[in-house]
């Protein structure tokens, strides 16, 4: 996107690397960002300038006096990169909406986020604009966690099943970026190095499996499109219409 401001890239130093929901920023000097969307395959490498391009390589950064250069790979293509200048970032189409992030919210923040939410709890983690950055897998062991059913209405909620699904929400996050993510299929760090949440999944991808709690069978049922793996007698129905 905007490939103008791309080319103005050319000779400017990063100066800074954020994260806002699921997209990366990559500042640069006189106020340009790169935002990054990996989306499903996408993947961000470093490689030795002398390394051959594969065929889903879409987009090279190549540094001044370095011998790697920063490649963005996308086997699906779902991924994309948009230049934008820094006084644009608040109004950029991709951030623009997202709602709090799920490590910085307060209590207080996030009961109202759900007063009057008749969406199902499953559909509203990962909903970006309700809260920025939760995708499948760690929304299925946040709810394990909090002992909450995905189908159960967010409006359902009192404060204590709140205080529940937002000590989860960060206890959840914190381990997988402890332990650098799930590599379930393709994803790996800059470096190629593999996450290993994915060995401390509750529930994700343990359909039929028994619960390490309960000794339960983990279910899996599909909700707008999307999976979701809980424990039926860990996450126990709570006012909520479930069909297993």
Known sequence: ???????????????????????????????????IHLKMTGQLLFYPREEPLDK??????????????????????????????NLDISCADELKNLGPEPLEIDFPLFKKLFQGRKARLKSLL????????IGNIYADEILFQAKLHPLTP???????????????????????IIHKGSSIRSFTNAEG?????????QVYGRES???FICGEKIKRLRLGGRSSSFCP???KEKNCECSN
């Open 209 to 211: 499996q028994s619960c």
């Open 1 to 35: 996107k905007k490939p103008s401001l791309i080319n103005d890239l050319k000779g400017r130093k990063v100066v800074g690397v954020r994260r806002r929901g699921k997209m990366l920023l990559i500042n640069f000097e006189r106020n340009l960002s790169l935002l």
């Open 154 to 176: 967010g409006s359902h909620l009192g404060d204590d099943d709140l205080k529940r699904l937002l000590k989860a929400m960060r206890d959840v996050l914190r381990k997988a």
């Open 233 to 235: 007698r860990c996450q």
């Open 193 to 201: 190095k593999r996450g290993q949440f994915q060995n401390y999944h």
């Open 56 to 85: 889903h390589t879409h987009f090279i950064l190549s540094f001044k006096d370095e011998n790697n250069e920063l490649r963005f790979r996308d086997v699906r293509k779902f991924g994309f990169i948009s230049c934008i200048r």
């Open 126 to 133: 990962l909903n970006q604009n309700f809260i920025a950055g």
